[in-house]
Every structure is written in structure tokens, then in C-alpha cells.
């Protein structure tokens, strides 16, 4: 299970690095990418709750 939440947080920082990209280069962040970026949030916190029950 840590591996799991070592691999989808590394996802985030990549995926934000590519947002704030997006950004500097003066382009809008599209609409999706919030959704997106909420989804692996998500994901984050309910395998964090997970995890802290199993144990």
C-alpha cells in the first residue's frame, strides 16, 4: 500500500509540474485538468484513510 501511494503522489507533482508549465507559458489551465487534478487528489486521500484503518 505505501508503494501505491508513493506512485500516485509522484503522478500528482508530475501532473501539477505540467499545470504550472501550462502557466508559464501564458496558456489558460483547461477546465479538465481540474477535474483531473481533483480525481488524484481524491484518490490520494481515500488510499491515506485506507491505509491508516488497515493498520
Known sequence: MFYFLVVIAV?????????VNFVR???KIPPQAYLGLAALNGLILAAVLAWAIAR
Open 25 to 27: 507559458k501564458g496558456r
Open 11 to 19: 503522478l500528482l507533482l508530475v501532473y501539477a509540474a505540467v499545470l
